[in-house]
C-alpha cells in the first residue's frame, strides 16, 4: 500500500500563534538561533490500490475540501514509496499549492 | 521598486495610481489630491483609500445617523457620546458602563471561525481603549435557511470562533440572537457586542496632544493579514478581494482574513488597565479596521497637533512588508498609546512585564501635519482631519421601493387560520420546532456563560445580567433585538420594535433601560430602495430613542449586505443596555412555582404581519408589522421594574415573536412547570397565542401580591388580565388543547442540534 502525504501550512502572511508560542519558548529553554516558527500539520494517507493520476486527483480534492482550510491555509501532496521513502520529484509526486 | 516619498510624487504628478482598485472613487482620487496639492503617494493612497471607504468613513450613512446626536434626549446618564470608540453610561455608586456593537459579517462568511473570533476580538479591543474592564460579550447572529448547506459551513465555524475567542479571554457570552432566514444567504450578520465596567475617574478618550508626547505601538506585531480589508470588504464583491494588494504593487494575493490570538489579547487587556491605573497614558486607540492608518491619523486628528511617525520602527512578522502594507494591516491585537516622555519607559515596563512587544514609533509634534516617514524619507505628509473625520459625504438618492406598496396589501389576515382545536395544537408544534423559534440551547451551551462568577442571567432569558459591584449587588443588563422580517414590511416600524423589544426585554429582567447601542445592517446604499430603507430606520430610531429618553452611545453601519441585485431584510439590530440596583432582585423567564397566577399585560389584537407563524405555517411575508406604541411600551416598563422591585411577580418574559404561546412554552419548559390557561371574552384563541402585538408581557403572580399588583397596574392604566394559572406537566387552553411539556420539550430542544449537530 502506498503512502501519501499530505502537509497543510498556514499560509505566510497568516498569523501562527502555536508557532509563535514555540518561539517565545525556545530562547527560555536555552535553544538559540531560531529566528521564527511555522507549525502546521502533517496527514498520511494509506491509499488503497495505485496511486496514479486519479489517486492524486482525488486526494488533491480531499485535501482542498477537507484536510486544509484554502481561505487560510496552503497544502502540499506528496508519494511516499515504499517504508518511509521519499520520492523524488519525478516519480508522480506532485506539489501542489492551494488557490485561495 | 522606488520608494514613493511625497517629493517622488511632487516629482511626478502624471503617475498612474491604482485608485480605483483600491476602490475610491474618480472624484475623491480628485479630491485627495486637490487637499495635498500633489498627487499622493503610495502609502497616502492607501490611507485615505481605507479611511474613506464605507466601513470606516460612514460615506453614506453618515447624513442619516447625524438625527442620533440632534435627536438626542435630555439624559444624565451619558458621560460620553458618539464618536469615541464606545459610548459610556453612568450607572451609578460611581460605576460607569461602556458596551456597544460591531459587525463582523463579511469576514465571517469567508472564515467563519477566525472571522467571528476577530469580530469578538475587536469590539473587546474597543472597549478596552476607553479604559474599561470587559466583562461581558454578546453575539446577534443570523444566518441563511437552517437546512442549507452553507448555514451547516458558516454557522458552527461562527460559534466556534465566538467561543473559542471568548473563552480564552475570560469573558462570558451573556446572549444574543440566532435567526435563519434564506434572505441572510451568502450574507450571515455576525455582530459582535462587548460591555466594560470601570469607575468614572477611568474614562479615556482617544487623543493625541502634548508636543513630544511619545506614540506607543503595542501588542502583536504586523504581519500582512487582512490588508484592504476594510476596503475591499465593505464593498459588495468578494470576488475582488485578492486584488487589492496587487494595487500596492506585490504580486502575491494577500488574503484578506485576519487570524486571531486570544491570549495575545488577554496579555493585551490586563497591560491597558496597568498603564491606564498608573496614569500613563494621555491617549489611546485601539486597531481595527484601517489598521495603523486608522489609529495615526483618528490620534492626531483628535489631539490639538500634528504627528510624527517612523514606519520603519514597527515590528513586522513578515520582513517583506512594503509602508502601505504595514498602514493597511489590520493583524489583530495591536494599540497605540500617546504617553508622556518621562512615563515611557513605565510604560515600557509593564509592557515587558505582560510579555507584550511595545515600541515607540513617533511623537505628537506641533504642527497640523501627521507626518510617516519610511527609513528617514517621507512618504506622508498630510492633514490627519482629511483622513480620518473629513471623508466624503454622500447624499444618496433614496425612494420608496415600487414593490413596498404590493407587500403591505398582501396582509397576514388572509392567511387561512386552524379551523379546529386539533389544527391550532398542530400549528403550536410546528411553530415551537421551527428553528427560529425551537431552543438555542445548542449553540449558546458552546459559551462560557458563567466564568468571572458574575453572570446573573444568559441566554434564554430576556437579558444577559452581569454583577458590577460584589458588595452592593449593582448590576448591569443587556439584551439585543432586531427582526428583519418587521422591517422589511415597514423599516421606520421595524427599527422602533427592534428599539421596543430590546426595551422590554430589559425591563422584563428587572432593570431600568439606560441607553442603546446599534448595529445596522442593510445592502447597497448605491440602491435607492435600500437607502430608503436605512434613511426610514435610522429615523425611526432616533425618534425612539426621543421618545423613550434614551441616548444612542454608537454603534456601526454595515452596508453592501447583499448577493447581486438582492439585498438582506434591512435589520437593525439594537442592543439596550440597563441598570438594576441589586441583582439579587431580578426577573427571571421560568415558571417555578404552582399556583402562581398568570396576567397577561398589554393589549392583544390580530397583527399577524411579518409574524412566526405567517413564516412557518404559510411562508409568508406581507402587510404591516405590529402597532408601535412607545408610550406604553414606558408605561409596561415601568411596571415591570417596580414589580420586579417590590416583589410583586416572580417571573416574567416579554411578547414577542412567536407571541403569548412561545413565551408561555419558554417560561414553562425553563420552570419545568405546567399552565393552565383560560382565553379571556372575545379574544380568539388562535390570535391570543400567535399574535404578536407589542408591548406585552406575561408575569406570574404570586398570590398574595395578587391584590398589590393589580392596584399597580389598575392606577397606572395598564391593561392586564389574568389569564391563567401555573400548574400541572402540561400547557393546557382550556376548550382548546393541552400538550403535555415532554411532547413540547422534544420539537423545542431536537430542532437544531438536528440540522447542525
Redesign the interface.
Given at each position: 500500500m502506498a503512502r501519501v502525504v499530505v502537509d497543510v501550512m498556514l499560509k505566510p502572511e497568516i498569523l501562527d500563534p502555536q508557532g509563535q508560542a514555540v518561539q517565545r519558548a525556545l530562547p527560555r529553554l536555552g535553544f538559540e538561533g531560531i529566528a521564527d516558527v511555522r507549525q502546521g500539520k502533517r496527514f498520511e494517507l494509506e491509499v488503497e490500490g495505485p496511486v496514479d493520476d486519479a489517486a492524486l486527483a482525488r486526494i488533491h480534492q480531499i485535501a482542498e475540501t477537507f484536510l486544509a482550510n484554502t481561505v487560510i491555509e496552503d497544502f502540499s501532496v506528496k508519494v511516499e514509496v515504499g517504508e518511509g521513502a521519499d520520492a523524488t520529484a519525478g516519480q508522480g509526486a506532485t506539489a501542489v499549492k492551494a488557490e485561495s | 521598486m522606488t520608494l514613493d516619498t511625497t517629493k517622488h510624487a511632487a516629482q511626478t504628478p502624471e503617475a498612474e495610481q491604482p485608485w480605483a482598485e483600491l476602490g475610491l472613487k474618480q472624484d475623491e482620487y480628485e479630491r485627495v489630491r486637490a487637499i495635498l496639492g500633489r498627487r499622493p503617494t503610495g502609502a497616502e493612497l492607501a490611507m485615505y483609500s481605507v479611511m474613506w471607504s464605507e466601513h470606516c468613513s460612514y460615506k453614506s450613512s453618515k447624513v442619516h445617523l447625524r438625527q442620533f446626536g440632534e435627536k438626542a434626549p435630555e439624559s444624565d446618564a451619558l458621560l460620553v457620546g458618539i464618536g469615541e470608540n464606545a459610548g459610556v453610561v453612568d450607572v451609578g455608586q460611581g460605576y460607569a458602563v461602556t458596551f456597544k456593537v460591531e459587525s463582523h459579517n463579511h469576514p465571517s462568511y469567508?472564515?467563519p471561525y477566525?472571522g467571528a473570533a476577530t469580530g469578538v476580538g475587536g469590539i473587546v479591543r474597543d472597549i478596552l481603549a476607553m479604559g474599561a474592564r470587559p466583562v461581558a460579550v454578546m453575539d446577534p447572529l443570523r444566518f441563511g435557511a437552517a437546512d442549507h448547506p452553507d448555514t451547516k459551513r458558516v454557522l458552527p465555524g461562527v460559534v466556534a470562533g465566538i467561543g473559542g475567542y471568548g473563552n480564552c479571554l475570560g469573558l462570558p457570552n451573556i446572549g444574543g440572537e440566532v435567526v435563519f432566514d434564506p434572505c441572510y444567504q451568502g450574507n450571515p450578520l455576525v455582530n459582535a457586542l462587548c460591555v466594560g465596567v470601570m469607575k468614572h475617574a477611568d474614562i479615556h478618550l482617544a487623543k493625541a496632544s502634548g508636543t513630544g508626547n511619545k506614540v506607543i505601538l503595542y501588542g502583536?506585531r504586523t504581519?500582512?493579514?487582512g490588508i484592504g480589508g476594510v476596503s475591499v470588504l465593505a464593498s459588495e464583491t468578494f470576488d475582488t478581494a485578492?486584488d487589492s494588494a496587487s494595487g500596492t504593487g506585490k504580486p502575491?494575493?494577500?488574503?484578506a482574513?485576519?487570524?486571531?490570538?486570544p491570549?495575545?489579547e488577554k496579555l493585551l487587556i490586563e497591560c491597558t488597565l496597568e498603564v491606564f491605573k498608573e496614569d500613563l497614558v494621555e491617549g489611546i486607540q485601539d486597531l481595527g479596521g484601517a489598521g495603523l492608518s486608522c489609529a495615526t491619523s483618528e490620534l492626531a486628528s483628535a489631539g490639538s497637533g500634528g504627528m510624527r511617525v517612523e514606519l520603519d520602527t514597527v515590528p513586522l512578522?513578515?520582513s517583506s512588508l512594503s509602508p502601505e502594507e504595514i498602514l493597511m494591516s489590520e493583524?489583530?491585537e495591536r494599540m497605540c498609546a500617546v504617553v508622556k516622555p518621562e512615563k515611557v519607559d513605565r510604560f515600557l515596563e509593564i509592557c515587558e512585564k505582560w510579555?507584550v512587544l511595545a515600541t515607540v514609533i513617533g511623537e505628537v509634534t506641533d504642527g497640523e501635519r501627521l507626518e510617516i516617514y519610511w527609513h528617514g524619507e517621507q512618504i506622508v505628509d498630510v492633514p490627519p482631519r482629511t483622513v480620518a473625520h473629513e471623508g466624503p459625504v454622500y447624499e444618496r438618492p433614496y425612494a420608496r421601493p415600487a414593490w413596498q406598496d404590493a407587500l403591505q396589501a398582501d396582509g397576514a389576515d388572509k392567511l387561512p387560520r386552524p379551523a379546529t382545536a386539533e389544527e391550532l395544537r398542530e400549528q403550536v408544534l410546528k411553530v415551537i420546532g421551527s428553528p427560529n423559534q425551537a431552543s438555542k440551547s445548542w449553540i449558546t451551551d458552546q459559551y462560557d456563560r458563567f466564568v468571572q462568577g458574575n453572570t446573573v442571567l444568559a441566554q434564554p432569558e430576556d437579558s444577559g445580567m452581569v454583577r458590577v459591584d460584589e458588595e452592593t449587588g449593582l448590576g448591569v443588563a443587556v439584551a439585543t433585538d432586531g427582526n428583519g422580517r418587521y422591517a422589511k414590511l415597514d423599516p421606520y416600524a421595524g427599527a422602533q420594535l427592534a428599539l421596543a423589544e430590546s426595551y422590554r426585554n430589559v425591563a422584563a429582567s428587572g432593570a431600568k433601560p439606560l441607553a442603546i447601542s446599534n448595529c445596522l445592517n442593510f445592502g447597497s446604499p448605491e440602491d435607492p430602495a435600500v437607502m430608503w430603507q436605512f434613511a426610514e430606520a435610522t429615523r425611526g430610531l432616533a425618534d425612539g430613542c426621543l421618545t423613550l429618553g434614551t441616548p444612542v452611545t454608537g454603534g456601526n453601519v454595515s452596508l453592501y449586505n447583499q448577493t447581486g441585485e438582492v439585498a438582506i431584510h434591512p435589520t437593525p439590530v439594537v442592543a439596550f443596555l440597563g441598570v438594576i440596583d441589586d441583582v439579587a432582585r431580578r426577573t427571571p423567564i421560568a415558571f417555578a412555582e404552582e399556583g402562581q397566577l398568570l396576567y397577561l399585560l398589554g393589549d392583544t389584537a390580530a397583527e399577524l404581519g411579518g409574524s412566526a407563524w405567517s413564516q412557518v405555517i404559510h411562508d409568508h411575508l406581507g402587510g404591516l408589522p405590529p402597532k408601535v406604541d412607545l408610550e406604553r411600551e414606558r408605561l409596561l416598563a415601568e411596571i415591570l421594574i417596580s414589580a420586579s422591585r417590590d416583589g410583586m411577580v416572580d417571573a416574567a418574559h416579554d411578547l414577542s415573536d412567536g407571541g403569548l404561546i412561545q413565551a408561555l412554552a419558554e417560561s414553562c419548559l425553563r420552570g419545568g412547570k405546567g399552565a393552565r390557561i383560560v382565553v379571556p371574552d372575545g379574544l380568539d384563541p388562535f390570535v391570543l397565542l400567535f399574535s404578536e402585538s407589542a408591548g406585552r408581557a406575561i408575569v406570574a403572580v404570586p398570590r398574595s401580591e395578587e391584590v398589590r399588583f393589580n392596584d399597580m397596574c389598575g392606577a397606572r392604566g395598564l391593561p392586564a388580565a389574568r389569564i391563567g394559572v401555573v400548574d400541572g406537566d402540561a400547557i393546557d387552553v382550556q376548550g382548546q388543547f393541552s400538550i403535555p411539556l415532554a411532547e413540547l420539550r422534544e420539537p423545542y430542544e431536537a430542532t437544531i442540534p438536528g440540522l447542525l449537530a
Open positions: - | 469567508i472564515e477566525q502583536a504581519g500582512g493579514d485578492g502575491t494575493k494577500r488574503p482574513v485576519q487570524v486571531g490570538d491570549f495575545q512578522r513578515d493583524s489583530q510579555d
